[in-house]
């Protein structure tokens, strides 16, 4: 079974500064998506930015990019120029059999200014 | 983009009472619709997949007769919580997906409810 985790319950990033979220997953397979959905308080998941495992380019959707390490089965997403529309909870995903997606914990991040 | 929507956003029922839940997409067709349980402060887990014409399926340990999902169309899935109880208030979210090489997934803005 996949597994995706997030080791950072919280994260706190100044106004225009940058901050880097961490996510590790597990799978067997050796071509998928991942991706990161950003929750904020009306609760709504929006899709923030997706890699697909055989491009060796890292995704990037302007101010989101992603450092994805297959071979260490890491994603992290890296926020720049943090604005403070960017606070909300961030879940890593991995979509496996039948599109199911597997959500890591979250990292709640605050944005201070 | 595509949209997806949920109604009611917000049910109040008492105890013992059955809620149904709905589940639309707008603009396209969902060949797929899931749904996730999502409890104060944690993250979503998938209840349910249903798809268009058969039985959802469950997964594991989730009562499949205390929530009931019916996918009757392409537009609409719909989730009945049955004998409703305290413990089963929670935020429910619904997502649907389209057809296409990657089945991404579009997630209504999700439904709160409350047993009292």
């Known amino acids: 079974a996949q597994t995706v985790t997030q080791s950072q319950p919280e994260m706190s990033v100044q106004e225009a500064e940058t901050v880097t979220l961490s996510c590790t997953y597990d799978?067997?397979?050796?071509?998928?998506?991942l991706f990161w959905y950003k929750q904020p308080p009306s609760r709504q998941m929006i899709l923030v930015i997706r890699?697909?495992?055989?491009?060796?380019q890292n995704a990037t959707e302007n101010r989101f990019s992603v450092n994805f390490q297959k071979a260490a089965k890491s994603f992290s997403l890296k926020i720049s120029d943090s604005q403070l529309g960017d606070a909300a909870m961030y879940f890593c995903?991995?979509?496996?059999?039948?599109?199911?997606?597997?959500f890591g914990t979250g990292t709640r991040l605050q944005v201070t200014l | 983009g595509a949209v997806v929507s949920q109604h009611p956003s917000w049910v109040i029922c008492k105890s013992g009472t059955s809620v149904k839940i709905e589940c639309r997409s707008l603009?396209?067709?969902?060949?797929?619709m899931f749904w996730y349980r999502q409890f104060p402060k944690q993250s979503l887990m998938l209840m349910a997949t249903?798809?268009?014409?058969?039985?959802?399926?469950?997964e594991q340990g989730v009562e499949k007769d205390k929530f009931l999902i019916n996918h009757a169309s392409l537009t609409l899935s719909t989730l009945t919580v049955t004998s409703a109880h305290p413990e089963d208030s929670s935020f429910y979210i619904c997502?649907?997906?389209?057809?296409?090489?990657?089945?991404?997934?579009?997630f209504g803005p999700g439904t709160r409810l409350t047993v009292t």
């Open positions: 997502s649907a997906t389209g057809q296409g090489p990657l089945a991404e997934q579009y």
């Open positions: 799978t067997s397979e050796s071509d998928y998506y």
């Open positions: 890699q697909e495992a055989y491009k060796q």
């Open positions: 995903a991995y979509p496996g059999t039948a599109s199911k997606l597997t």
């Open positions: 603009d396209f067709q969902a060949t797929t």
């Open positions: 249903s798809n268009e014409g058969s039985k959802a399926t469950y």
